[in-house]
DNA sequence: ACCTGAACACCGTTCAAGT
DNA sequence: ACCTGAACACCGTTCAAGT
């Protein structure tokens, strides 16, 4: 006799997002998530095979919000502008998540990093600006370089590292004319 | 009657820093750390008051070796070759540590973050040095925007990050010409 | 077909009891 | 003064039993 189903992957996943929110990813317990959706900790395997797949797909599921995120400030200015844009709006929504920001910018234990299509899909407004900064030839270094300073930026912020004094929006917008002003002298060289 | 000591600090911190080169963070428990300093789990209470604080003075000594490496290789040349030196030297570092990395590129759940103190003392070098670049008044943002760039790399690098192919030496020398590019120009406007 | 309680092997940590 | 076994409250996960 078949039971209706009493939640889904979907609830699921927003139970587990907002644990790693308000509790850290130590914070996403079956148990507590299984509370959270209404039902006991061994029914969530009837949705997901295990705790890594789910943290894996909270993972996942942020990071498409950030290539949606990035992908809409594209096209319209200059490739500088656009790019001024796209590390403002990166900055943007690691602040305002930036409790979630260790599924992201983190390295995750095997079997809970998300998707890697999603990842290099997310990155795709990033690589297509520096392609019309640098050429082709040089556009994966350059993108290379310009998410390495992101990413390592914006972990720093979110952890607070930035114990020293002095303004971190400075510093931000300090970086970015160094990166632009450091593509644009490479370029020139070639 | 006093028994004698049968393990010590320093046993525990060695034990705690192989478990996490070949286990990862998560390899690292305290029944296992007992079991290599051949001792009881609860014994070890005598010595640690915790995992966290465990994990903490394991990302603490790795990072006091980090900054030892960074101190040796400045001094000599102009400061954009100490600066070139300092970025291999903590690249070499990072690579041949890359399973330990976790401790000190990473946000860690509070408690386990390296001492805030050591942090700022293995930052010493680049701080220097890039005071003698761009000027004391901008060394601050200089020196984040260059840690965030190492950091991020590494950080990629150490956790394969870089999926699409390419030379990854040839990233890390380019990101560096565009740091120092960068610097330079805007230094230059200053 | 889904949900459940019970169980298993593990955690970190505390503590009374031994020496 | 240090070490230990036992215990506690928690994990993730499996599975037979219920509906």
């Known amino acids: ?3 209706p189903a009493r939640t889904s992957v979907e609830q699921i996943l927003a139970a587990g997002r907002r644990l790693v929110a308000t509790d850290g990813l130590e914070g996403l317990t079956m148990a507590r ?3 959270l959706v209404g039902v006991r900790a061994p029914s969530l395997y009837k949705r997901v095979p295990s705790r890594a797949a789910l943290v894996r797909l909270v993972a996942t599921d942020l990071l498409a ?3 949606a995120a990035l992908a809409q400030g ?4 200059d490739p500088e502008a656009d790019l001024r844009e796209m590390a403002r709006t990166l900055r943007r929504f690691a602040m305002s998540e ?3 920001l ?4 983190s390295p995750l234990p095997d079997g809970m990093a998300p998707d890697p299509e999603e990842v290099v899909r997310s990155v795709a407004p990033l690589l297509a600006v520096t392609t ?3 050429g082709a030839q040089r556009s994966l270094p350059a993108a290379r370089t310009l998410t390495a300073w992101l990413t390592g930026f914006v972990r720093m912020e979110g952890q607070g590292s930035f114990g020293l004094g002095g303004s971190v929006d400075e510093a931000f917008e300090f970086g970015l004319d160094v990166m632009l002003a450091g593509l644009r002298g490479v370029a ?3």
Chains 1, 2 share one sequence.
């Open 1 to 3: 006799m078949p039971t």
């Open 33 to 35: 998530v299984a509370e």
């Open 65 to 67: 919000e950030l290539g």
């Open 74 to 77: 594209v096209g319209a200015g």
């Open 98 to 100: 930036s409790s979630l």
């Open 102 to 105: 260790v599924l992201v910018f």
């Open 132 to 134: 019309q900064l640098v």
């Open 188 to 190: 020139g060289v070639s």
